[in-house]
């Protein structure tokens, strides 16, 4: 930016011929005409490690000390298809999340969890279908309908071809997966929301807001594309898609982003995809405070910039809130550093105020003239992104994959030359060292878990459990629904990595382009 002072002069057009008022398209101003007022955002708390029955004992916690939702991680293993006694998942079973094989570890997970009651968000996807599954037929254990469960699947594949690489399945089938969710919620689920479209994991690979925006919503043009070509309504579906976006260091910046982002996709829905309802224009979103901008030095500051971060998400408008614990530069957070993420988003609530009024910042010169840029940049790239012949040619080209890494490499140039001050790290260092206690994880619990694992195998009914894996093959060969069959196989107690199998037999696994 050329001038650091904003004022009128600086905006292209006044503020108000483009803001509306809140709730109202574009929705620049949040997508309800009271926002935080009436209610507050989800409080959630990302969490999962080790077996499920530690994993339970951890929600039951974060329940008591007052998150609004649960938000489950889960392992490696099962988020690319392996069973935990796979040999390739050796070394990784319950280190990231919780590892999850079959209906016996998911129903220890929410044990004692009214799935009726509790709105639960998984970040899962590759193997998101058959979590799905296996949350489904967790609430029937529990006599619960699922016309009542609520909760959000991140099931966004695409990303992962761009910023993750926890993909199994070449693009195509994997848009199929997800297609296939997302129909299947729309008849069943009523109350579920069937995707939530990451733009964090491209963030914290390295994008800029312009490009986290732009790539997340090139992304979700393709499934909605996908979904309007199986026959779905827009204005039905479209009210249930929700996105998760990474809030960063830059403060002023992440604000407007958030903005920038609704009045994008809200024009985007209205105007390119022919959505007349204001649900389906309305951009709702989770925010999760930026992983990438942790310290393992000076853990404590973490404090400092989780705060600043979660700030920006609630000035920006979020729906529901992660706050990093201070000490995930070093490992999984424990209790003590979870219950100081979770009372950061709690103080904001309930000691600043700022929940009292609805868009505080809007109006603001430096805020309105950043939304314009950061929406106008986005657009240039989503019209890039056409140029290269839309959202999966780009991505197979590898266009997407070069944006984020040419960014990545500058902004660490940046911290290297010191231009970008991250205290601690390059500039006000010390030698003193503050020892920070991490969660263990137990090399014990690869063993249980895999003996588990065996345990089920022996114990099932073995031609129940093979002929719902023909089921599900058949289904992935023909064009039905693959979700119902997928559901009998979980309840037949096939695994994971069993029925990822079954599919990898028919939709072969995806090759990174070298």
Same mark, same amino acid.
């Given at each position: 930016?050329?001038?650091?002072?904003?004022?009128?002069?600086?905006?292209?057009?006044?503020?108000?011929?483009?803001?509306? +008022?809140?709730?109202?398209?574009?929705?620049?101003?949040?997508?309800?005409?009271?926002?935080?007022?009436?209610?507050?955002?989800?409080?959630?708390?990302?969490?999962?490690?080790?077996?499920?029955? +530690?994993?339970?004992?951890?929600?039951?916690?974060?329940?008591?000390?007052?998150?609004?939702?649960l938000s489950v991680a889960f392992d490696l293993p099962t988020q690319i298809g392996y069973d935990s006694d796979d040999p390739l998942a050796a070394g990784e079973v319950g280190r990231v999340?919780?590892?999850?094989?079959?209906? +016996?570890?998911?129903?220890?997970?929410?044990?004692?969890?009214?799935?009726?009651?509790?709105?639960?968000?998984?970040?899962?996807?590759?193997?998101?279908?058959?979590?799905?599954?296996?949350?489904?037929?967790?609430?029937k254990r529990q006599g619960v309908e699922t016309s009542l469960l609520t909760g959000t699947l991140q099931n966004d594949i695409l990303k992962e071809y761009v910023a993750r690489g926890t993909y199994i399945y070449p693009p195509g089938p994997s848009l199929r997966i997800v297609t296939d969710v997302v129909e299947y919620c729309e008849q069943k689920l009523p109350r579920w929301h069937p995707i939530s479209i990451s733009g964090y994991h491209i963030r914290e690979a390295g994008a800029t807001a312009a490009q986290e925006i732009a790539f997340t919503f090139a992304h979700a043009t393709a499934y909605v594309e996908a979904a309007q070509e199986r026959g779905l309504n827009v204005n039905s579906f479209g009210s249930r898609l929700s996105f998760f976006f990474n809030s960063h260091?830059?403060?002023?910046?992440?604000?407007?982003?958030?903005?920038?982002?609704?009045?994008?996709?809200?024009?985007?829905?209205?105007?390119?995809?022919?959505?007349? +309802?204001?649900?389906?224009?309305?951009?709702?979103?989770?925010t999760q405070t930026a992983g990438?901008?942790?310290?393992?030095?000076?853990?404590?500051?973490?404090?400092?910039?989780v705060t600043l971060q979660a700030l920006a998400s609630v000035l920006g408008g979020t729906q529901s809130l992660h706050c990093n614990g201070l000490d995930e530069a070093l490992g999984l957070p424990t209790e003590e550093t979870a219950q100081i993420a979770l009372r950061t988003q709690q103080i904001i609530a309930k000691e600043t105020g700022v929940p009292a009024t609805v868009d505080p910042v809007g109006g603001a010169w430096a805020i309105e003239d950043m939304t314009d840029r950061v929406e106008t940049d986005a657009r240039a790239l989503l019209a890039e992104i056409e140029q290269q012949g839309g959202t999966l040619s780009a991505i197979q080209k590898g266009f997407i994959q070069r944006e984020i890494q040419e960014s990545a490499y500058k902004a660490q140039q940046a911290i290297d030359n010191e231009s970008t001050v991250v205290v601690g790290v390059n500039r006000f260092t010390t030698d003193k060292t503050t020892p920070i206690e991490s969660q263990q994880i137990d090399p014990a619990i690869e063993t249980a878990q895999t003996e588990r694992v065996a345990f089920l195998r022996n114990s099932r009914d073995q031609h129940l459990t093979s002929t719902a894996l023909t089921n599900v093959e058949n289904a992935a060969l023909g064009n039905v629904n693959l979700v119902p069959s997928i559901v009998d196989a979980v309840e037949a107690k096939a695994t994971v990595g069993e029925i990822s199998n079954t599919l990898r037999k028919v939709f072969g696994e995806h090759t990174e382009i070298s």
């Open positions: 930016m050329k001038s650091k002072t904003y004022g009128p002069k600086r905006l292209d057009t006044p503020p108000v011929d483009k803001l509306g +008022e809140p709730g109202t398209f574009p929705f620049t101003r949040g997508i309800y005409p009271t926002m935080y007022q009436k209610r507050l955002w989800t409080m959630r708390q990302y969490a999962g490690f080790g077996t499920a029955e +530690e994993s339970n004992r951890r929600y039951q916690y974060l329940l008591n000390q007052g998150v609004s939702g999340g919780v590892a999850i094989d079959s209906i +016996e570890d998911m129903t220890q997970l929410f044990e004692k969890i009214p799935l009726d009651r509790v709105s639960t968000s998984m970040t899962i996807n590759a193997t998101a279908i058959i979590l799905l599954a296996l949350y489904i037929a967790t609430a260091n830059n403060f002023l910046e992440e604000i407007a982003k958030f903005r920038a982002a609704r009045r994008l996709w809200a024009s985007l829905m209205r105007d390119r995809f022919g959505a007349t +309802e204001p649900r389906a224009q309305q951009l709702r979103f989770h990438s901008t942790l310290t393992a030095q000076q853990p404590e500051n973490n404090i400092v910039r």
